[in-house]
């Protein structure tokens, strides 16, 4: 399976986890538009939290979703034909094509992987279909010796559609040249002789000093350095819950925003939007919640296990006590869920049927009765009044759904959607992507800074975050001779 229709390929491996593959990818993505191809990214099994819903209702890894935005393209399940979302206890929920098929422990999966392999292979060949350029993202580090007779996403897809390899190091971590030089090392014979570039990711500094260790280096691999990127902060949604540590909320508008970092945390590219505009804090249940101005519970993979270890922890005191006060606190999708009455649970979220008490800030209540998940992109109207959506009133708002159960929804806030309290101040939704929406962001922000005596302006960014990204790679890289790369025969 090589080259089909024409079709050309590049693959970017990375010398572990978190190296800047997924971001490596968009720009590529977007580059390669620019340059006049029809291209679409690829990652054969995907590990995150973070997911997006197709227009079809399938599921797929935000990157991927993100890649195609860079790439022009719309989202498809070809694109990540199998996810896998972490539940804990070595078992994941895994979902192929864009439908969930089950929770599986890590041997259970192990078992299946070249089923698996089988449907990757068949994804990438209908991509191939369509587009005559394919960017394949790799996943952790290219070289898990003790894992390549299971590894699916890196140096196997690449070899068996005959895609060329760019590697690449992350320099701010350390030890850049021996885990490259070590990553090669370590690679099947069959699959090394596939790696024909080197990308140092991530470099503070001047780039003039790494030059003897970048000689040294393509003289131990006979690999040439394609280029060095600096590192720089980006608007690109973060792939995983790996990136929540390295955080660093670059608004200035000074409003505190406390999100609550549940165990099970999922989507937390939701608010990124606001990262960019205040300042947002993750607030994990051994820490203190403060005096925040706005208080938003994520979503989360496993309500019901979050749910309880809220309940055990201070903050379940600390944001019962200041709701009510006009302080604003939102929850999305399982947030919305917690925020409710009740959650019971028939035995699809836990191991036996229960029934939990929420936080009680809602008058919605949610039961989970059966293994089926809501999937689909959605517009809903603004149909709840008060301080806060009372000033949009009647417009809409675009969001996706991700979720499993069913909430009663007494007073909703959009449409059928969610649920509002009798102030008005605290509002539950299932709509991910709710602060992509200027309105909605508007309405909530103007709202807090109003309660604090600040003036809030309307934040607009006419730049395009993927032509930024694209830009900041290209004068970096040697983009001539990657395409030389892909070119090649």
Not at 100 to 121: L, N
Not at 125 to 140: N, R
Not at 355 to 372: A, N
Request: aromatic content about 6%; overall charge negative.
């Amino acid at each position: 399976m090589s080259q089909n229709n024409g079709t050309r390929y590049i693959t970017i491996l990375g010398t572990q986890s978190h190296a800047g593959k997924s971001v490596l990818v968009t720009a590529l993505c977007r580059i390669l538009k620019r340059r006049g191809y029809n291209v679409a990214p690829f990652k054969a099994q995907n590990m995150s939290l973070n997911s997006w819903i197709t227009k079809d209702g399938k599921e797929i890894g935000i990157a991927q979703a993100i890649q195609a935005f860079a790439a022009g393209v719309e989202p498809s399940a070809e694109m990540n034909p199998v996810l896998l979302k972490p539940k804990g206890d070595m078992t994941s929920q895994v979902i192929v094509m864009g439908e969930a098929i089950g929770d599986k422990r890590v041997g259970q999966y192990y078992s299946s992987i070249d089923d698996m392999m089988a449907v990757a292979k068949g994804a990438i060949e209908d991509l191939s279909q369509k587009y005559d350029m394919i960017v394949i993202e790799g996943a952790g580090g290219a070289a898990e010796i003790n894992l390549y007779d299971r590894d699916i996403a890196n140096s196997r897809m690449a070899h068996a559609v005959g895609s060329p390899i760019i590697l690449v190091g992350d320099i701010e971590r350390g030890g850049v040249f021996a885990s490259i030089y070590g990553t090669i090392a370590l690679m099947p014979e069959g699959h090394k002789k596939l790696v024909k570039g080197i990308i140092i990711n991530k470099f503070r500094g001047e780039v003039s000093l790494l030059k003897s260790g970048i000689e040294e280096l393509e003289k131990l691999t006979g690999v040439p350095v394609l280029g060095v990127i600096p590192y720089r902060e980006l608007e690109i949604p973060s792939e995983d819950s790996v990136s929540i540590s390295d955080k660093k909320a670059s608004g200035s508008l000074d409003l505190d925003i406390a999100i609550i970092r549940f165990p099970f945390i999922s989507n937390f590219t939701d608010f990124e939007p606001l990262e960019r505009i205040a300042r947002v804090r993750y607030v994990s249940m051994n820490d203190k919640l403060g005096s925040p101005d706005i208080v938003i519970l994520p979503g989360s993979k496993n309500t019901v296990s979050d749910l309880r270890s809220l309940g055990m922890s201070r903050l379940w005191d600390e944001i019962k006590a200041i709701s009510g006060s006009g302080t604003p606190i939102l929850g999305i999708c399982g947030g919305y869920q917690i925020m409710g009455q009740r959650v019971v649970d028939n035995g699809i979220e836990g191991d036996k049927e229960e029934s939990i008490e929420g936080l009680g800030l809602l008058p919605s209540s949610t039961v989970f009765d059966r293994y089926e998940k809501q999937t689909r992109q959605t517009v809903k109207m603004v149909t709840a009044g008060g301080p806060i959506l009372g000033a949009i009133n009647g417009s809409n708002v675009r969001g996706y759904e991700i979720h499993m159960g069913m909430s009663t929804t007494p007073s909703p806030a959009f449409d059928d959607d969610g649920c509002v309290d009798d102030t008005g101040t605290m509002i539950g939704t299932y709509l991910h992507g709710i602060f992509d929406n200027k309105n909605f962001r508007d309405a909530l922000l103007c709202y807090a800074c109003r309660r604090k005596g600040i003036p809030y302006e309307c934040a607009t960014n006419a730049t395009d975050p993927y032509d930024v990204l694209a830009d900041h790679v290209e004068s970096s890289v040697d983009m001539d001779r990657v395409l030389e790369i892909i070119n090649e025969e």
